[in-house]
C-alpha cells in the first residue's frame, strides 16, 4: 500500500509541476499583450499567495477594491501562477505577478505602494513582511466565528480592518497583549454594498431559498459542512413543494477529503436538474459561478452551515437558517451570533418549509436578526461600509505621511540576502 501511494504522490506532484509551468505560461503571454503598469502608480497593493482553488477569497473584494481605485490606484501582487491567470480573466484589479522574492523585489521597487492589504493568511504573506515603510494590513476574506478569525496571526500586521463590535470582542478574548483599540479598524462589510447581479431567473411568487453550505473540513474541529448531513433531506423537501425555488451554491472545495461529501453534492445537482426537467418553470439554480451577490440579496431565505457566509448573509438584513454540525468535535463559538441564531438541526432537515416560514413570520426571529446586524455590521446602510472602508485607507495614508516624515532620512530597504531571493524560485500552482 505504501508503494501505490507513493507512486500517487509522486503522479499529483508531476501533474501539479506541468500545470504550474503552464499557468506560468499562460500569464507571461497575457501579460506581454498589455500595457506596462506604469512606475510609482500604485499606492494600494492586494498581496495574494494563493492559486486558483482559494480564489473566493479574492473574488469578494473586486468590486470594494474598484471602488478604492478611484481614489487610490490597487494592484494585486500574485505569487501563484494559477491564481495569477484566474484574476486576469475576470474583473480583477491589475495583476503584478510576482512568484519569486526577486520579482517581488523589483516590483515593489517601481511603485509607490503604501498600503498592503492581505485577504488570508498564506505562510508566504511573511516574506512581503519584510518590506517596511509601508503599512501591512489584514482584511480577511469575510467575517464569521470559526476558529479562523481570532488566530494569533493577527498580530503579525500593523492592523486589521474589520466588521465591528463582534469582531473586536472575538479578538479581545483570544489575544494576549493585543491593542485592540489602536489595531484595529471597524469597516462594517463593504462587499454588501455590491449584493447585485444578473438573477439567472425569473422572479414569480416562488420563494427563494439559497443552501449554501461549505466544505467537509480537514479536521474534526472544523467539521461544519452540512451537505452529507442535512444538505439532501432539505433540497428534496424544498424541491417537492412547487412553492419553492432552491438556489444551491456549495463551497468550491466541497468533496476535495471525503469522497461521500462530494458524492452527496453530486447527487444534490443531479436531483435540482431532475427537478427542473419535471418543471422547467421551476428555475432552480446550482450556482458555481465565480460571483457571489444577487444570492445573497434576492433569497428571501438563505441555510448556511458555520462559515463567512452566515455573516455575508447577515450583512445583507435578511432571515436565515444555520445548520447545526453533528459532529460534536466541531468548535462553535457561542458567545456570538452562534449564540441565538436560528438552528437547523439536523433531525429538522425534512421539515425544512416550517423552519423557513418560521423564520419568514415570527416578529421576535426578526427582532434578534436586526440586532445582530447591528453587532456584527454597525451601520447596514447602503454605502455605510464603503464609506468607512474609505475613511480606513484615508487614515492609514494619512498616517503613512506623517511617518514617511520621520523616516525619510533613513536608509531605504535591504535588499534581500541571496538566500532568501532564491526561496521560492520554483513557482507553485
Not at 128 to 139: L, S
Not at 405 to 419: G, K, L, T, V, W
Request: net charge neutral; charged share 25%.
Amino acid at each position: 500500500m505504501g508503494v501505490i501511494s507513493d507512486a500517487k504522490k509522486a503522479v499529483a506532484l508531476v501533474r501539479k509541476a506541468v500545470q504550474s509551468r503552464s499557468a506560468v505560461i499562460e500569464v507571461r503571454r497575457t501579460l506581454k499583450a498589455l500595457p506596462k503598469h506604469p512606475r510609482m502608480h500604485y499606492r494600494v497593493a492586494v498581496y495574494f499567495a494563493d492559486g486558483a482553488v482559494n480564489m473566493y477569497q479574492m473574488r469578494q473584494w473586486y468590486k470594494p477594491l474598484a471602488e478604492l481605485a478611484k481614489i487610490w490606484p490597487v494592484v494585486v501582487l500574485s505569487r501563484n501562477a494559477t491564481g495569477a491567470r484566474a484574476m486576469l480573466a475576470e474583473d480583477a484589479p491589475p495583476v503584478a505577478f510576482v512568484p519569486t522574492v526577486r520579482d517581488l523585489e523589483r516590483f515593489i521597487a517601481k511603485q509607490d505602494i503604501r498600503v498592503v492589504l492581505y485577504v488570508n493568511q498564506n505562510t508566504r504573506n511573511f516574506q512581503m513582511f519584510r518590506y517596511g515603510r509601508r503599512w501591512h494590513v489584514f482584511i480577511n476574506h469575510g467575517e464569521s466565528d470559526k476558529m479562523y478569525m481570532t488566530t494569533n496571526q493577527f498580530k503579525a500586521y500593523d492592523y486589521a480592518l474589520v466588521a465591528g463590535d463582534a469582531a473586536r470582542e472575538r479578538l479581545s478574548r483570544v489575544l494576549w497583549d493585543y491593542d485592540l483599540d489602536r489595531r484595529t479598524i471597524e469597516i462594517g462589510r463593504p462587499q454588501a454594498d455590491h449584493y447585485s447581479g444578473v438573477l439567472p431567473y425569473t422572479p414569480d411568487g416562488r420563494t427563494v431559498v439559497l443552501y449554501a453550505p461549505t466544505w467537509e473540513g480537514d479536521r474534526p474541529s472544523a467539521h461544519y459542512g452540512s451537505i452529507r448531513t442535512h444538505g439532501e433531506a432539505l433540497v428534496t423537501a424544498l424541491l417537492a413543494t412547487g412553492r419553492h425555488r432552491v438556489v444551491y451554491r456549495p463551497h468550491p472545495r466541497s468533496g476535495v477529503v471525503d469522497a461521500e461529501y462530494g458524492a452527496a453534492n453530486k447527487r444534490i445537482v443531479a436531483a435540482i436538474a431532475a427537478a427542473n426537467s419535471a418543471d422547467p418553470t421551476a428555475q432552480h439554480v446550482f450556482d458555481d459561478g465565480p460571483d457571489l451577490g444577487w444570492q445573497l440579496s434576492a433569497a428571501d431565505v438563505a441555510i448556511v452551515d458555520i462559515s463567512a457566509m452566515v455573516y455575508d448573509r447577515l450583512a445583507a438584513d435578511k432571515p436565515l437558517l444555520i445548520t447545526r454540525p453533528t459532529d460534536p468535535r466541531a468548535l462553535i463559538d457561542t458567545h456570538g451570533y452562534l449564540s441565538a441564531c436560528e438552528w437547523l438541526d439536523v433531525a429538522a432537515a425534512p421539515a425544512v418549509v416550517a423552519e423557513t416560514e418560521r423564520v419568514l413570520g415570527d416578529p421576535e426571529s426578526v427582532a434578534r436578526l436586526d440586532k445582530w446586524v447591528h453587532h456584527y455590521f454597525g451601520d447596514a446602510t447602503p454605502g455605510a461600509a464603503t464609506q468607512r472602508f474609505h475613511g480606513a485607507i484615508r487614515s492609514l495614508m494619512e498616517s503613512w505621511d506623517t511617518w514617511y516624515a520621520r523616516s525619510s532620512a533613513d536608509p531605504a530597504d535591504e535588499q534581500p540576502e541571496a538566500d532568501e531571493a532564491d526561496l521560492d524560485d520554483i513557482v507553485e500552482a
